[in-house]
């Protein structure tokens, strides 16, 4: 499986962006899917993964009040709805696809990684 990455941009704090994962091949609904992000000079992190069918959700606790990912396996696309973005969220976010697991162990071992997508949120 392919993941193309988009929806990143500038935005100020409090503002909202929503990123999409789209994922090329017919098996998409096979595979859950993570967000992950890296911010300058910092280790990835885990944001928020996903189940195959959109039922069980991972999420790191700092943006479960603020982030939503849902899926729409119609489409083969994953969503990142990030609303009341903080200046500690500027990073390159990534999707990811794992056959296996969505929680952040399983996720962060995928063989399949999408390019990223640059979030910047000034304050």
């Known amino acids: 499986v392919q993941l193309q990455a988009s929806g990143g941009g500038l935005v100020q704090a409090g503002g909202s962006l929503r990123l999409s994962c789209a994922a090329s091949?017919?098996?998409?609904?096979?595979?859950?899917i993570g967000w992950f992000r890296q911010a300058p000079g910092k280790e990835r992190e885990f944001v928020a993964g996903?189940?195959?069918?959109?039922?069980?959700?991972d999420q790191l606790d700092s943006v479960k009040d603020r982030f939503t990912i849902s899926r729409d396996n119609a489409k083969n696309t994953v969503y990142l709805q990030m609303n009341s973005l903080k200046p500690e969220d500027t990073a390159v976010h990534y999707c990811?696809?794992?056959?296996?697991?969505?929680?952040?162990?399983?996720?962060?071992?995928?063989?399949?990684w999408g390019q990223g997508t640059l979030v910047t949120v000034s304050s």
């Open positions: 091949g017919r098996t998409f609904s096979s595979y859950a």
């Open positions: 990811a696809a794992n056959p296996g697991g969505y929680n952040r162990y399983s996720l962060s071992s995928s063989d399949y």
């Open positions: 996903i189940s195959r069918s959109g039922t069980g959700i």
